[in-house]
């Protein structure tokens, strides 16, 4: 069995104090989606049902009661930890190269929660030329795009995504809706850098009469995005790039289809910094920080009226 991540315990620790879902989420500044899948999680890691639903709130379990008296002495500990020992900041430097739809569109908008942890270490972002470039001085650790071989480095899979049509809700008013997948072919198709993304999917959905070739091609994922939000087509996406444009209500899914990407993200390094104690705690932090994000999710939302 795995041990829990940190923020499922927090999660699972204002839940049962709250008695809510609702008000633990408010208290930790998270969504109740996220909530939810963090008492999810833990209790598949634990393999033990900890809470259960009771009118609008939740209750606690006989084993939830018991686990909760032990999370929350556990965790008070934790915060009374730097006050009874004088423990030194977690200081140094972290070059951190990541591919550029991952870095823009999700560690530069989580990266400040990492950094108000640990204020004391000195972080560099770069991006790497390719989407598979794990060599050369410029960064300790990567994330990077791949099948997870590269040859004498340290390699963790991080996550693999979903791929699926996302447009804004101005477009999908403005072509009558999106009953069927073939009702796509009232739309622009966007494309980063070649169809494969639409001819992939139109295949796996089994879609006749949409041209995967048409539309507009786009070099970089910034101008696809940007277009699909102004309503000038519709693109294919996934959770990292397409996630807080669909929380805010930017983009919709019409379909639930999906298909599996081209590859996956993971971190590498070389064998010799991984025990580095920033690059740990940015292994920690980045996989909880996923977890916790990917949870969130929208599922389709379908059309609007």
């Not at 989420?25 to 909530?35: H, Q, Y």
């Not at 009232?186 to 006749?208: G, I, N, Q, S, Y």
Request: glycine residues 10%; neutral net charge; aromatic residues 6%.
């Amino acid at each position: 069995m795995r041990p829990p991540s940190m923020n499922a315990l927090r999660a699972f620790e204002a839940a049962a104090r709250l008695g809510s879902v609702s008000r633990a989420a408010g208290e930790l500044n998270l969504t109740r989606s996220a909530i939810s899948h963090q008492l999810r999680l833990l209790e598949q890691d634990l393999e033990v049902k900890l809470v259960k639903r009771e009118g609008r709130g939740i209750a606690l379990t006989a084993a939830g009661r018991r686990y909760a008296r032990q999370v929350e002495r556990a965790l008070r500990l934790l915060r009374e930890r730097p006050a009874a020992v004088d423990m030194p900041a977690l200081t140094g430097s972290l070059a951190i190269s990541c591919v550029p739809g991952f870095a823009s569109f999700w560690l530069c908008r989580q990266i400040g929660d990492f950094h108000a942890t640990y204020p004391d270490i000195q972080l560099r972002i770069v991006t790497p030329r390719a989407l598979g470039d794990v060599v050369g001085p410029a960064a300790d650790i990567y994330i990077a795009f791949g099948h997870g071989d590269w040859p004498d480095r340290w390699v963790e899979h991080l996550t693999g995504l979903e791929f699926f049509p996302a447009c804004s809700p101005g477009l999908l008013n403005k072509v009558g809706g999106l009953n069927t997948p073939e009702d796509l072919a009232r739309c622009t198709l966007l494309h980063l850098v070649d169809p494969t993304d639409w001819r992939r999917w139109l295949a796996a959905a089994r879609v006749r009469g949409v041209d995967p070739d048409g539309g507009v091609m786009f070099s970089d994922i910034h101008l696809a995005m940007s277009a699909a939000m102004a309503g000038q087509g519709i693109i294919i996406g996934d959770a990292l790039v397409c996630g807080e444009a669909l929380r805010q209500g930017h983009l919709i899914r019409p379909f639930a289809q999906t298909v599996s990407g081209t590859g996956d993200y993971y971190l590498v390094a070389e064998h010799d910094v991984v025990d580095r104690p920033e690059i740990v705690v940015f292994q920690t932090w980045l996989r909880d920080r996923l977890t916790e994000d990917l949870g969130t999710m929208l599922p389709p939302k379908g059309q609007t009226p």
